[in-house]
């Protein structure tokens, strides 16, 4: 099970145009299918946030992003006692009411036995997605490691 970053959704409905990009389409639309695919009610809302393609993709397939359940709300709970990690949730973020699905992905990662992916890099002393998913050992993979784990070449 793969847990899509609010970035990667994004990233491939503004970099890899269905009518250009056929082969990936089809083989991401049959993950989607198969139930592979998944993500969570923030990343929802953080698509929404914006207008495009992703947006009117994720409209189309909203029951892949799932409301968070208790265990999820106690792993992003868990998330946040560690005091470095609270710098996450970016401060123009909270006095402006904006969206931070980081840590929501990251649990129901975490929950659903799942690997997040992001376009994040790993960073020293960073408080990024793939910062946290090494401190909690959850996988998480780039955009190219997600296609490379699923050996699409095009």
């Not at 491939?12 to 145009?17: A, C, D, E, G, P």
């Not at 690997?115 to 050992?137: D, G, M, Y």
Request: hydrophobic share 40%; glycine share 6%.
């Amino acid at each position: 099970m793969y847990v899509l970053d609010t970035n990667v959704i994004s990233h491939l409905h503004k970099h890899y145009y269905r009518s250009r990009f056929v082969s990936l389409w089809k083989n991401f639309d049959e993950l989607v299918a198969a139930g592979k695919v998944t993500s969570t009610r923030e990343a929802y809302n953080e698509l929404h946030d914006g207008a495009g393609a992703d947006t009117d993709w994720a409209k189309a397939n909203a029951k892949l992003f799932a409301t968070p359940d208790a265990k999820e709300g106690a792993f992003v709970t868990k998330i946040y006692s560690v005091p470095h990690f609270q710098a996450n949730i970016e401060r123009q973020k909270i006095m402006r009411g904006g969206r931070n699905a980081d840590a929501f992905i990251i649990a129901r990662a975490f929950v659903v036995g799942g690997t997040v992916v992001t376009k994040e890099k790993l960073k020293p002393n960073a408080v990024k997605i793939p910062n946290i998913c090494e401190h909690f050992r959850v996988p998480y993979l780039d955009l190219e490691g997600f296609m490379e784990k699923e050996d699409w070449t095009f």
